[in-house]
């Protein structure tokens, strides 16, 4: 199987979003109430791969934050750099691994804005979870610990 168009750009736009961020001028955590966001993320109740990547949209603002998942599916928000995320509620996307193509983090985004990436292999994670906008997963970060696990389903 081939991934599609889509999932390339949806790849490249996470590498994009894990690098730089969103919302802010600088490095510094925007100020607020904040907590700490680890979980596991799940599909078919079996791990998903390592290195995928778990992707937290505020609306409010335009802040992100990511996490990547280590191979028991584990993952670990950070925002600017830091353990520590905003309060409020979050969209969520869930996008496969970054596969292996001996390129750049710069000419991965570069060749999938241009539509140019390598075709690979199908993603396990269904297509739906690729963005924040579609994945229907939305959760509320509140100060302090939180727990979230993500079950992706068909």
Do not use: W
């Not at 079996?46 to 335009?62: I, L, N, Q, S, Y």
């Not at 970054?98 to 983090?105: A, E, T, V």
């Amino acid at each position: 199987m081939q991934c599609s168009v889509s999932v390339l750009r949806c790849l490249a736009g996470a590498i994009l979003l894990a690098t730089c961020g969103c919302g802010d001028d600088g490095n510094a955590l925007p100020e607020g109430k904040t907590g700490a966001v680890s979980g596991t993320v799940t599909y078919k109740t079996a791990p998903v791969p390592e290195g995928t990547v778990v992707v937290f949209m505020k609306d409010a603002g335009g802040y992100t934050a990511t996490g990547k998942t280590d191979a028991a599916g584990n993952y670990q928000l950070l925002m600017r750099s830091a353990p520590h995320v905003l309060v409020g509620t979050y969209n969520v996307g869930v996008t496969p691994p970054l596969p292996d193509m001996g390129l750049s983090d710069d000419e991965i985004m570069k060749r999938g804005m241009e539509g140019t990436l390598p075709e690979q292999p199908k993603s396990v994670i269904p297509e739906r979870y690729l963005s924040a906008e579609t994945s229907q997963l939305s959760f509320e970060v509140k100060e302090g610990e939180n727990a979230i696990n993500i079950e992706l389903v068909d």
